[in-house]
């Protein structure tokens, strides 16, 4: 399997947010999960992507357990794309070592190539601070390109859509399907539309998880 959870609790202070969430994943199922604001979604995907460790309940992704194991075996695009104040290379690449031609092939996935290469420093133009000098829809393509050029098995997706508009949002969401392909994929949202052609869809509500009803 490639994601299992069981018994998952977590807690802020004494706000309970997930109560006993169990989930199995197989290897390359596309997983949807639907929740509305504060239901836990967001707590849920960070737990998957080793950024908060688990105190209650068992967690292991891609066979690893540890959170600083977990973060090599995933890929993370979130709603806000955490941009660096970089070039966009090293945005795509954080200080990896890596090709030239991987990282054209990232940006090419990723749709961005007819942009960078109208730019006067192409790949080496920089972001600016939080992404000032981009549009929304050019730095969540970053973030693809990022997550493509990771090539990790797992990738984890948090609305990264909800902020754009319609036609940006239905460009990235081509985007993502060459980030997706061939991948595990546990995608949060609060839009069924956006996960209607996946594997399962799940509801995430008041800390628990259940099959979403047909």
């Not at 970089?86 to 690449?93: G, H, K, V, W």
């Not at 050019?138 to 990022?146: G, K, P, T, V």
Request: aromatic share 4%.
């Amino acid at each position: 399997m490639s994601i299992v959870l069981r018994e998952i609790r977590f807690s802020y202070g004494e706000k309970k947010i997930l109560d006993r969430i169990s989930l199995t994943v197989r290897e390359k199922e596309h997983i949807g999960i639907l929740g509305g604001s504060g239901s836990g979604k967001s707590t849920l995907l960070k737990i998957l992507a080793g950024l908060y460790p688990v105190k209650e309940g068992y967690c292991e992704v891609a066979g690893e357990h540890a959170p600083e194991g977990i973060r090599k075996r995933v890929a993370v695009v979130m709603q806000t794309p955490g941009l660096f104040p970089l070039s966009i290379r090293e945005n795509i690449t954080c200080g990896h070592s890596m090709t030239e031609e991987k990282v054209w092939e990232a940006v090419r996935a990723a749709q961005l190539e007819e942009w960078v290469r109208g730019l006067t420093d192409g790949l080496d133009s920089l972001v600016g601070e939080r992404g000032g000098n981009i549009s929304g829809g050019q730095a969540q393509r970053i973030a693809i390109a990022r997550a493509i050029a990771k090539d990790a098995p797992v990738v984890l997706l948090d609305e990264p859509t909800s902020a754009l508009d319609g036609e940006t949002a239905d460009a990235l969401l081509r985007a993502m399907e060459r980030l997706t392909e061939g991948k595990t994929v546990i995608h949060v949202t609060h839009r069924e539309e956006t996960i209607q052609n996946y594997d399962r869809i799940l509801v995430l509500k008041g800390g628990k998880l259940f099959e979403k009803e047909s």
